[in-house]
């Protein structure tokens, strides 16, 4: 991988059960929202509701061990989800998911049919290496409230992954910044699937995830790194 992901030894500790696929993309095309997207949107509400048989997202088993996972540091996981659970709930609300842009609808469509987190990172914004670490609390998390841009720093012992200017998504995975999130500029990117357990079903998501880019983006170059 040219891109190096570290996940520190305190996170294994905390969470023995998590694992995480990488796909690395280049020259990807990302455009305003297609009917082709809102139609994976759509799918992917289907695949969910029949995956869920009338339970609630967080009663889903892969949803009740990422819930264990933000308990162990200390996150509300009722007032805190992480994204999977989070979209998940939006799916199946009358309000529906949103639609972005292509990349992102692309990988939240496989995060809500697999109900597995997943993040789009834009490779070009990165500086060094993405780490996910157990924040010290002195770590920068740049975001937008109000339309003004603000400073916010992680609880001690947090998980959040970083790069080498600091905080690019909170408490693992539900609130990713503005300054790596892809837009209309992005070509390049990275995908982090996350999961809890061997049987998360990473590997399927990953699949389709990466075919999924290469339907919308013929000629990308793609890399699927293997579970880790």
């Given at each position: ?40 949107l759509d799918d992917a509400a289907r695949r969910l509701a029949a995956r869920l048989d ?84 002195a770590e920068d998390f740049v975001t937008v409230a109000a339309g003004e841009q603000v ?78």
């Amino acid at each position: 991988m040219s891109l190096q992901l570290t996940v520190t030894e305190d996170v294994h500790a905390l969470a023995p059960g998590f694992h995480h696929i990488a796909i690395e993309a280049y020259g990807l095309v990302n455009t305003p929202s297609t009917e082709g997207t809102s139609a994976l949107l759509d799918d992917a509400a289907r695949r969910l509701a029949a995956r869920l048989d009338g339970r609630a997202p967080h009663e889903d088993p892969h949803m009740v061990a990422w819930r264990d996972a933000y308990k162990a540091f200390g996150a509300k996981p009722n007032r805190t989800r992480n994204s999977a659970e989070a979209l998940a709930k939006r799916a199946l609300s009358e309000a529906g998911l949103p639609r972005i842009n292509s990349l992102v609808d692309v990988y939240n469509a496989i995060s809500v049919a697999h109900l597995i987190p997943v993040g789009g990172e834009d490779l070009d914004r990165i500086r060094g290496g993405m780490r996910l670490i157990r924040a010290t609390g002195a770590e920068d998390f740049v975001t937008v409230a109000a339309g003004e841009q603000v400073v916010e720093h992680p609880d001690a012992g947090e998980v959040v992954w970083c790069d080498d200017e600091g905080v690019t998504c909170r408490r693992w995975n539900w609130r990713q910044g503005p300054r790596t999130c892809l837009d209309d500029t992005s070509t390049n990117a990275l995908f982090l699937l996350e999961g809890m357990g061997e049987h998360a079903g990473l590997e399927a998501a990953g699949a389709e995830l990466a075919e999924l880019l290469e339907k919308f983006s013929p000629g990308a170059q793609l890399t699927v790194h293997p579970a880790v």
